[in-house]
């Protein structure tokens, strides 16, 4: 007998870093864009700065969404994990977008948690970790996140598509929920969400099918979705009962008019 799913707390619509394409992804300016287009909840990517920070970053280096390589100089690492958040949080990570961002700081956890507590905002916390780092990532987020959102209604949702990074966060918090992220189905991948007690399964669009979405359902776990950039994906999804839609295009889908998951 499958298991009964349990009450879902999120939106079905989920703004993919922020607004990753309209604003530059990851900062908080991706966010205020993302919420004047009705969008409730945002992804975001978290790693660690050299002390041990979280903040917000998705490549291992900080070379194609910052201007670290001018302001680092020459021959230093641009890899975010190696360098402290005091040295992190000078950079420009703005300017690569477009001029009218010019001087957008990276946003730290932190940040996040009071913008997104200040205005009953929910979260995705991607946990990805810089190499080596990925038991130690997951743990920190982990305890950061409980601490940035005690007493909150709804707690972030912690993914990532590192199994070990989730195990840390599960030890470390378990009463946070988590979700694996899968860009394929391998060996396993069900028993592993399981034994992570995951309350989701986060796929690629083209992974989902009424297959996978009844191996998910029976096993008690909700069903999300990225990057969902077209209305005709949307709608493929929708149809087959996907709980949650991870999009770029927050230009293209208003939230406000779509039916919530149940």
């Given at each position: 007998?499958?298991h009964p799913v349990k009450p879902w707390p999120?939106?079905?619509?989920?703004?993919?870093?922020?607004?990753?394409?309209?604003?530059?992804?990851?900062?908080?300016?991706?966010?205020?864009?993302?919420?004047?287009?009705?969008?409730?909840?945002?992804?975001?990517?978290?790693?660690?700065?050299?002390?041990?920070?979280?903040?917000?970053?998705?490549?291992?280096?900080?070379?194609?969404?910052?201007?670290?390589?001018?302001?680092?100089?020459?021959?230093?690492?641009?890899?975010?994990?190696?360098?402290?958040?005091?040295?992190?949080?000078?950079?420009?990570?703005?300017?690569?977008?477009?001029?009218?961002?010019?001087?957008?700081?990276?946003?730290?956890?932190?940040?996040?948690?009071?913008?997104?507590?200040?205005?009953?905002?929910?979260?995705?916390?991607?946990?990805?970790?810089?190499?080596?780092?990925?038991?130690?990532?997951?743990?920190?987020?982990?305890?950061?996140?409980?601490?940035?959102?005690?007493?909150?209604?709804?707690?972030?949702?912690?993914?990532?598509?590192?199994?070990?990074?989730?195990?840390?966060?599960?030890?470390?918090?378990?009463?946070?929920?988590?979700?694996?992220?899968?860009?394929?189905?391998?060996?396993?991948?069900?028993?592993?969400?399981?034994?992570?007690?995951?309350?989701?399964?986060?796929?690629?669009?083209?992974?989902?099918?009424?297959?996978?979405?009844?191996?998910?359902?029976?096993?008690?776990?909700?069903?999300?979705?990225?990057?969902?950039?077209?209305?005709?994906?949307?709608?493929?999804?929708?149809?087959?009962?996907?709980?949650?839609?991870?999009?770029?295009?927050?230009?293209?889908?208003?939230?406000?008019?779509?039916?919530?998951?149940?």
């Amino acid at each position: 007998m499958p298991h009964p799913v349990k009450p879902w707390p999120y939106p079905r619509w989920i703004a993919h870093r922020g607004a990753g394409q309209l604003a530059p992804e990851n900062t908080l300016a991706a966010f205020r864009v993302g919420a004047s287009h009705g969008y409730r909840m945002f992804e975001c990517d978290v790693k660690l700065s050299l002390d041990g920070v979280p903040f917000l970053l998705h490549d291992d280096t900080l070379v194609r969404t910052s201007n670290a390589q001018e302001q680092l100089g020459a021959g230093l690492s641009t890899v975010g994990g190696d360098h402290p958040w005091a040295t992190l949080s000078q950079l420009d990570a703005g300017s690569w977008h477009s001029r009218a961002f010019a001087g957008e700081p990276l946003a730290s956890l932190a940040a996040v948690a009071r913008f997104c507590r200040a205005n009953a905002y929910f979260v995705n916390l991607e946990i990805k970790p810089t190499p080596g780092l990925e038991r130690q990532t997951g743990q920190v987020v982990a305890e950061h996140a409980a601490r940035l959102w005690a007493d909150a209604g709804v707690p972030p949702l912690l993914s990532s598509f590192d199994v070990p990074a989730l195990e840390a966060a599960q030890g470390a918090q378990p009463q946070l929920p988590r979700a694996l992220l899968l860009d394929a189905l391998w060996s396993g991948w069900l028993e592993a969400a399981r034994s992570l007690d995951c309350v989701a399964i986060v796929c690629d669009q083209l992974l989902w099918d009424p297959s996978t979405v009844a191996q998910a359902r029976g096993a008690a776990m909700r069903t999300l979705s990225y990057t969902v950039n077209e209305p005709a994906q949307a709608q493929r999804l929708i149809d087959l009962g996907i709980d949650g839609l991870i999009t770029d295009r927050i230009d293209c889908f208003a939230p406000a008019r779509q039916p919530p998951a149940n």
